[in-house]
């Protein structure tokens, strides 16, 4: 088993930049692959960025240029670092980590881009 448990969502001005942090409950060398995905209300959940054990990533296209996906294997943590954030931006952001078949997901944060 693995907690995953996402901070750094808040309120930010268009234009403006957050950093997301996926603390993990043990290590994540082992790791498969982590990302981020996102779900704004009545839509459906998204992949946003993704960076598998071979620090390969791929980013939705809508965030192309603006986000950038990275790891701390030392302090199991992942991070989504968004700037030149966009009001179509605001969802509820999740981690997500695939070891073997296992699927472990956070919690969420609420990352909300105002006009």
């Known amino acids: 088993q693995v907690q995953l448990v996402e901070s750094g969502g808040g309120l930010v001005q268009a234009g403006g930049s957050l950093r997301l942090s996926c603390a993990a409950s043990?290590?994540?060398?082992?790791?498969?692959?982590m990302g981020w995905y996102r779900q704004a209300p009545g839509k459906q959940r998204e992949l946003v960025a993704a960076?598998?054990?071979?620090?390969?990533?791929n980013y939705a296209e809508s965030v192309k240029g603006r986000f950038t996906i990275s790891r701390d294997n030392a302090k199991n943590t992942l991070y989504l670092q968004m700037n030149s954030l966009k009001p179509e931006d605001t969802a509820v952001y999740y981690c997500n980590l695939i070891v073997n078949i296992y699927n472990y997901w956070g919690q969420g944060t609420q990352v909300t881009v105002s006009s």
């Open positions: 960076i598998t054990k071979g620090d390969n990533t």
């Open positions: 043990r290590n994540i060398f082992s790791s498969v692959s």
